[in-house]
């Protein structure tokens, strides 16, 4: 996930744009957990160097595989995440990545803005009802006759 920068160096102030698809970003943890990306991560924006670095903005979209938190039910939920970062060549502050050559790289910025992006808990509906906490049945599909008193 490489864009030009060599180019936005030589011409400072000049704003350039971009548009690139990625089928496979890996790898994606969070904690103990792996995520599985549903779809390939679309990516469009610009930048523009000044003096000191090279700023970044644009958007991301793709979807993940998760469980619903409520009754387990596979689902796929969509991402969609705006940046606005900055590259520099050298630098101490952890919020700015570093870039070297003529290119710009990308991936540890979009691996960030998906994990950012993903909730801590998702679910198939609003509405979803969850599993009996007696017999562990999917109440979505009807009443288990367990009679739980909530």
Known sequence: MLIPAGLACKSPGQIFSFTFEVANLEPLGLGADRIVLAQPVAVAGTYVADAEGISVRGELQTA???ECARCLKLLE????SAFDVRFHKTSDDDEVYLYEGDFLDLTNMLRD??????PMKSVCSLSCKGLCQTCGANLN???CGCNVQE
């Open 77 to 80: 939920e969509p991402i969609c």
């Open 113 to 118: 803005h998906v994990l950012l992006a993903i």
């Open 64 to 66: 993940f595989r998760t």
């Open 141 to 143: 599909e009807g009443d």
